[in-house]
C-alpha cells in the first residue's frame, strides 16, 4: 500500500510556473507507475501526465504537451510535476495517483489507478 500527498499548488499569473510534488509513503514507490490528474469546477478528472516504473518512459495529455513535464526520484519516494506557460484553462485541483505495481497500466485510465492523493489546487490568473 502507498500513501501519497501533494504540495507546491498556489495562485501563479498566466505564463508563470509551478512545480508540484508528491510525497509517497512506502518502501514500494519504486515499482509503481505514477499519474497526474487534474479536475476543474464543474469538469470530470483529466488524464495530464503519466511516469512508468520500468524505463521511466512519460505520456502527456495533448493539452499539457511540451509545457509541463513529469518525473520522479525514487531515492525520495517522489513525483513531480513542473509546470511552465501556465494558462487560465490548467486553474483546476490536482491529483497524483499510483497504478501497476510491479506491472503495467494504462496511462489514462482513472479506474486502473490504484491510490490517489488529496490534491492540491492550481489557480492561474489571466
Known amino acids: 500500500q502507498v500513501q501519497l500527498a501533494e504540495s507546491g499548488g498556489g495562485l501563479v499569473q498566466a505564463g508563470g510556473s509551478l512545480r508540484l510534488s508528491c510525497a509517497a509513503s512506502g518502501r514500494t514507490f519504486s515499482r509503481y507507475s505514477m499519474g497526474w490528474f487534474r479536475q476543474a469546477p464543474g469538469k470530470e478528472r483529466e488524464f495530464v501526465a503519466h511516469?512508468?516504473?520500468?524505463?521511466?518512459?512519460?505520456y502527456y495529455a495533448d493539452s499539457v504537451k511540451g509545457r509541463f513535464t513529469i518525473s520522479r526520484d525514487n531515492a525520495k519516494n517522489t513525483l513531480y510535476l513542473q509546470m511552465n506557460s501556465l494558462k487560465p484553462q490548467d486553474t483546476a485541483v490536482y491529483y497524483c495517483a499510483a497504478c501497476g505495481f510491479g506491472t503495467i497500466c494504462l496511462p489514462k485510465a482513472l479506474n486502473g489507478y490504484d491510490y490517489w492523493g488529496q490534491g492540491t489546487q492550481v489557480t492561474v490568473s489571466s
Open positions: 511516469i512508468s516504473w520500468i524505463a521511466g518512459t512519460t
